[in-house]
């Protein structure tokens, strides 16, 4: 069972902006600045979009964004484009080991 | 270009082991980790651990200890891991991702193999 939870869907027109957030069952995403987010599409491997809770590898566009607020980390898409559909996995150090969140569906209206 | 390469689909029956392996090249490999992570059917991903690329030092996920065993060759820069005493719930794309080497939890995940996929089936 995951220790990070997620919304299991969300969806916006093109253009548009969503939020998924992620929170964590334990003080892990509040007491540590190391979440990661993943975009994955099907059949192909993940692709890291955020870490360090806000800093975008290079390549990602700029309208990905990371934040935390206490034990819930959010990515937000900005300007949402039909490639954008995909599932999205936020990722936590936890200590000893690494947790990911249960995953969301971006869906593009 | 760094690139992380993986060996092919397998079949196997339960009871059986499998071995993946993960052969990196476009960079230095004893500058990285190694975690694998895998994706059973209609699941999300789940971290399996990680493997050190420099001295070989790992940390498996609780749920596979004593099932899961992860090496490394640095002589040809490749990453294995293996499992034993399959089940049916071991049915999964594996996938191998570089990391960082100075902390086996770190989740930053900048490079992935294409992914294998293990079959469990009588």
């Known amino acids: 069972q995951s220790a990070l939870t997620q919304p299991r869907s969300v969806s916006g027109s093109p253009g548009q902006s969503v939020t998924i957030s992620c929170t964590g069952t334990?003080?892990?995403?509040?007491?540590?600045?190391?979440v990661s987010w993943f975009q994955h599409h099907p059949g192909k491997a993940p692709k890291l979009m955020i870490y360090d809770v806000a800093n975008r590898p290079s390549g990602v566009p700029d309208r990905f964004s990371g934040s935390k607020s206490g034990n819930t980390a959010s990515l937000t898409i900005s300007g949402l484009q039909t490639e954008d559909e995909a599932d999205y996995y936020c990722c936590s150090y936890a200590g000893t080991y690494t947790s990911f969140g249960t995953g969301t569906q971006v869906t593009v209206l | 270009q760094v690139q992380l390469v993986q060996s092919g689909a397998e079949v196997k029956r339960p009871g059986a082991s499998v071995k993946v392996s993960c052969k990196a090249s476009?960079?230095?490999?004893?500058?990285?980790?190694i975690t694998w992570v895998r994706q059973a059917p209609g699941q999300g991903l789940e971290w399996m651990g990680w493997?050190?690329?420099?001295?070989?030092?790992?940390n498996y996920a609780h749920e596979l200890q004593g099932r899961v065993t992860m090496t490394t060759d640095t002589s040809t820069s490749t990453a294995y891991m293996e499992v034993r005493s399959l089940r049916s719930d071991d049915t999964a794309v594996y996938y191998c991702?570089?990391?960082?080497?100075?902390?086996?939890?770190?989740?930053?995940?900048?490079?992935w193999g294409q992914g294998t996929l293990v079959t469990v089936s009588p």
């Open positions: 334990s003080n892990y995403v509040s007491d540590y600045n190391y």
């Open positions: 991702a570089r990391s960082p080497i100075s902390v086996s939890t770190l989740p930053n995940y900048d490079y």
């Open positions: 493997i050190s690329g420099e001295d070989g030092n790992r």
């Open positions: 476009g960079y230095a490999f004893a500058s990285y980790g």
